[in-house]
């Protein structure tokens, strides 16, 4: 008896980004408000990151929470109905339980259950591996409209005594709605990791330990120097590579759209892949502070308000972090 072939499904044969949605925090912290722990100074803060100030949530607003608003606003700009969107990607390392997905639940709050839903954890890069799996679901004919949402409240899990990273950090949320298109809106990724600098970003605890006694709430550090030679030098390379897979140069582009990590480092990324002054950079950092996964949409979000100009452009997006993770691609923007 022979095998039956399986029936398998395809779908288009491009797609593209449709919109863009973001939900900030509700709070705006100073510098002046965080450097006491740390024994600092807002002049210092300023130079070594270039923050001025940064989103934060009120207590009783969760992770879902924004991540629901941003969805929200994408699908409305999308023209998609919500009950189109068969898959919601959540990219986040903040929602504080682990289980229910965090997509599950924004999927049936904004109209669309009952799409597959699932949360992945590539920290600072989430967005971008998230980008590239809605890309290829949809392309497969696994999905046809996709819902993707970088989201954090990175202050629950944020030391602020803590030097490294404490005053870094932001809560927001950015979504895009993703679906077919005519034409190549979203090119393939540079993706990847790096398992053996796993300790340069990461928890300082572990859940068994805090349930333990052995360690108090685990919050967030990271090895400063060692990430930003990282990022300074080998995510340029990756930059550059994700622009020689798009088939483009720096010269194509609109906007350059980095994780915001530290201004610093965008300066250096700008320098590095010799940006034309005519390439817009994202610099949401400034007055949202660093916030992983959700940073790359928020960033857009904003160039896109500031700029409409730039829609319909080529932006390169790349994002980093623990892990250490990595991934870059170019998309054309809505």
Not at 143 to 152: D, K, N
Not at 181 to 197: E, L, N, Q, T
Not at 281 to 295: C, H, L, P, Q, V
Not at 312 to 325: K, M, N
């Amino acid at each position: 008896m022979s095998t039956p072939v399986l029936k398998q499904s395809h779908g288009p044969e491009f797609t593209r980004i449709y919109s863009y949605g973001a939900a900030r925090g509700d709070l705006v912290v100073p510098n002046d408000a965080l450097i006491g722990p740390i024994d600092s100074s807002d002049e210092w803060i300023q130079q070594r990151t270039g923050i001025i100030t940064r989103t934060r949530a009120s207590h009783d607003v969760l992770a879902v929470d924004l991540a629901t608003d941003a969805a929200r606003e994408a699908i409305e700009a999308s023209g998609v109905d919500p009950a189109q969107i068969d898959l919601v990607i959540c990219a986040t390392i903040s929602n504080v339980r682990q289980t229910p997905s965090m997509s599950a639940v924004v999927a049936d709050r904004v109209g669309a259950n009952p799409a597959a839903a699932y949360d992945e954890n590539a920290a600072c890069a989430g967005f971008s591996y998230a980008v590239t799996q809605a890309d290829a679901l949809i392309r497969t004919g696994a999905a046809h409209y996709a819902l993707v949402i970088g989201a954090e409240k990175l202050s629950d899990v944020v030391d602020p005594t803590d030097r490294s990273i404490s005053f870094l950090l932001g809560d927001g949320a950015g979504a895009v709605v993703i679906g077919p298109s005519d034409f190549p809106g979203i090119a393939a990724p540079v993706w990847g990791s790096d398992g053996s600098k796993a300790d340069a970003v990461g928890m300082n605890a572990n859940l068994t330990e805090f349930r333990d006694g052995e360690a108090e709430w685990p919050t967030l550090r990271q090895e400063g120097p060692t990430v930003f030679r990282w990022a300074v030098w080998d995510m340029a390379k990756v930059a550059k590579k994700a622009l020689d897979v798009a088939g483009i140069t720096v010269d194509d582009l609109a906007a350059f759209i980095p994780h915001q990590a530290n201004m610093r480092i965008i300066d250096e990324f700008a320098k590095q892949l010799k940006l034309p002054s005519t390439v817009l950079i994202g610099r949401d950092i400034a007055t949202t502070g660093n916030t992983s996964a959700a940073s790359i949409p928020l960033a857009t979000h904003r160039l896109l308000k500031e700029h409409p100009e730039l829609s319909g452009g080529l932006a390169l997006q790349i994002g980093f972090g623990a892990g250490l993770v990595f991934g870059a691609q170019v998309v054309v923007l809505p």
